[in-house]
């Protein structure tokens, strides 16, 4: 499965950005998709997950209740919808999917088999 992360850009505090994860090759609708992130000089951190069906999605907490997570098995697509952005939110973002099929996610990155490229977002305060 190939991934592309796309729609970000620079924002101010306060404001919203709707991240795209594009799948193209393998099936899309079987694999979980994952959200990272990963900031200057810090290391990847899981951001929040969608298994394959949708019937489970998770966040890490401190984008809890601003972040919303959904996929389109139709369009190939997921989407990462944030709102109320703050400066600590700034990063890289990238999607991914684990090799295994029909699962939940995971917030462990070393359990995700197919990355696809970052999109920049920042946020001025």
């Known amino acids: 499965v190939q991934l592309q992360a796309s729609g970000g850009g620079s924002v101010q505090t306060g404001g919203s950005l709707k991240l795209s994860c594009s799948a193209s090759?393998?099936?899309?609708?079987?694999?979980?998709i994952g959200w990272f992130r990963q900031a200057p000089g810090k290391e990847r951190e899981f951001v929040g997950a969608?298994?394959?069906?949708?019937?489970?999605?998770f966040y890490k907490d401190v984008v809890k209740g601003r972040f919303t997570i959904s996929r389109d098995n139709a369009e190939n697509t997921a989407y990462l919808q944030m709102n109320e952005l703050k400066p600590e939110d700034t990063a890289v973002y990238y999607c991914a999917a684990p090799a295994r099929t029909f699962s939940y996610g995971s917030g462990f990155a070393e359990e995700y088999a197919y990355w696809g490229r970052g999109t920049q977002v920042t946020v001025s305060s």
């Open positions: 969608v298994s394959w069906n949708s019937e489970v999605i």
């Open positions: 090759g393998g099936t899309f609708s079987d694999h979980a």
